[in-house]
């Protein structure tokens, strides 16, 4: 900022030489007076923080500061910037947290006998293992062929073929696994649904949503309404050469549409109505969806938003397409103006109604086996590098290796119920829809998660019993001024929380122990 007590050199005297010793002295103190102010910040100076740490960090970082930034030489700073430097340093090292949390600290360990209950301990036992994780994760490097190859038995998934080889090739990206493997995915999600299942009566899809009342399925009514998915794209002639992309919110007429669509062996894209026309053009145009499940708008916050302007240039971006199937969620049904999808849009309900029986019974399940590397989901990068690139995931490819990870190293397990705060634009998406895998309820949220209060989304892990919770650092950050959780909330179905999107600082694992639940997963 401008100082008036102060103006700088004449430029006769900025000699080049002068301009260089000074680039050349801040480019020396930067990296320190960074690291000085991570530490103060995160009160790593000294082990156990507290207020006795936090004043010798002010002093040493004060005296450090004169030293190396005000008063080094030939760096001629003006008295107001000498001053508000010695403002910043004194600001930061005084707001390092009281309730620090050093990183070598144990927040958490389970005792043997949940540890003895988990998937995890139960796999490494299977495939003769002795020791503990370390010595599990070296076999499985040690021996990929036969991890992957055990895993997939003792998932117990559903296909036909041999597993023998495990891969052709030997360095990616030009490498098969399981060649001579076929399956489906949807077959695998619904198998908890098949009639006599103990699970089938059990709850395996809940969607919660601002825009109307809760929507659920059991397994049982969700392998049926996949089924009626499934006849009405064979009626459009959908197959397993055929894609289809969804344009919708995370609501559960979306995993309901995946599984539809999977259970033809047809690949599925999709995004977020957050994103413009454009931009999701970019993304499908490289796919050409036959069929686009789309909706008519979505509530945020308590506020209505209409995608009816973006959803009509989408249509006409792709000239692929041959039906648009509507999920109504505005308030009143809006008017649409472009010809084109007049002549191919259909309801969600009519086309639920088009794959049914005569007697509107769902017709019976019928699953088209793909090889194992077959490209079952497109995922996209950012597109800040230009174009969005298609990100092709094989069935059996994302199948196993979700079904490592919620099974094994999340111990998700049927009747546990997970609910990840996402979008259908993000990978975790898929992740959480992969739960019903294990046999686990996935509940879909639709809206703003912290509307009204941002305690709501721990009122909602009370109420819907979740089991295992996916957020973010940035939610937690929000949440640790104010929000007790452990003090307003029943938690006590609670035992994995999920955090993605950027690093989990030592204050985020300090907030969720002491202030959400003691005994979680924080990963």
Not at 144 to 168: H, I, N, R
Not at 425 to 433: A, K, L, P, Q, T
Request: aromatic share 10%; hydrophobic share 40%; net charge neutral.
């Amino acid at each position: 900022r401008p100082c008036p007590k102060w103006q700088p050199f004449p430029r006769s005297h900025r000699s080049i030489a002068s301009i260089a010793r000074r680039q050349q002295a801040r480019a020396q103190l930067a990296p320190g007076r960074t690291a000085l102010l991570r530490e103060a910040r995160y009160g790593r100076c000294a082990p156990g923080g507290g207020e006795a740490m936090r004043e010798m960090v002010t002093i040493l970082l004060l005296a450090t500061a004169e030293a190396l930034l005000i008063s080094t030489p030939r760096v001629s700073l003006p008295p107001c910037v000498r001053h508000r430097a010695k403002l910043d340093v004194r600001m930061v090292a005084q707001a390092a947290p009281a309730d620090t949390t050093s990183a070598r600290e144990v927040m958490w360990e389970p005792t043997p006998e949940v540890a003895e209950k988990t998937s995890m301990m139960r796999f490494q036992r299977s495939v003769g293992v002795d020791g503990g994780y370390e010595e599990l994760w070296k076999w499985s490097v040690d021996n990929s062929d036969d991890f992957w190859t055990k895993l997939m038995d003792f998932v117990e998934m559903q296909y036909e073929g041999s597993t023998s080889p495990a891969k052709e090739g030997s360095v990616m990206p030009d490498v098969t696994y399981f060649p001579n493997v076929r399956l489906n995915f949807a077959e695998n999600m619904l198998r908890y649904g098949e009639p006599g299942c103990q699970w089938e009566k059990t709850e395996a899809l809940v969607s919660l949503s601002e825009s109307r009342d809760d929507v659920r399925w059991t397994f049982g009514e969700l392998r049926d309404d996949a089924s009626r998915v499934r006849a009405a794209l064979e009626k459009l002639g959908v197959t397993s050469s055929d894609s289809c992309g969804a344009y919708l919110s995370n609501i559960g007429e979306t995993v309901v549409g995946m599984l539809g669509a999977t259970s033809t062996g047809a690949t599925w894209t999709s995004c977020s109505p957050d994103f413009g026309a454009q931009a999701v053009a970019d993304r499908f145009g490289q796919v050409a969806p036959k069929v686009l499940f789309t909706c008519d708008g979505f509530m945020s916050a308590g506020k209505e938003t209409s995608l009816v302007e973006k959803v009509e240039v989408l249509v006409e971006a792709l000239p692929s397409l041959e039906r648009v199937v509507m999920v109504g969620q505005l308030a009143e049904p809006p008017t649409w103006s472009s010809e084109r999808l007049k002549s191919i849009m259909v309801s969600w309900e009519d086309f639920l109604a088009s794959g049914s029986e005569a007697d509107g019974k769902a017709p019976p399940p019928k699953y088209t086996r793909v090889p194992f590397a077959h490209p079952q989901f497109v995922l996209y990068s950012s597109g800040t590098t230009g174009m969005p690139k298609s990100i092709a995931h094989g069935c059996g490819n994302i199948l196993l290796q979700h079904a490592k990870e919620l099974m094994l190293h999340s111990d998700l397990r049927p009747e546990d119920r997970m609910l990840f705060y996402t979008t259908c634009g993000w990978m975790m998406w898929n992740w959480m829809s992969s739960s019903l895998f294990a046999g686990a309820t996935v509940v879909t949220f639709d809206g703003f998660a912290a509307y009204p209060k941002l305690a709501s989304p721990w009122d909602l892990v009370e109420k819907e019993r979740i089991t295992h919770l996916g957020s973010s650092p940035r939610f937690f950050q929000a949440c640790r001024a104010r929000v007790r959780p452990m003090e307003n909330n029943d938690l006590s179905a609670l035992r994995v929380i999920f955090s993605t999107g950027s690093p989990l600082t030592p204050e985020d694992f300090g907030y969720v122990y002491k202030k959400v639940k003691a005994d979680v997963i924080l990963a």
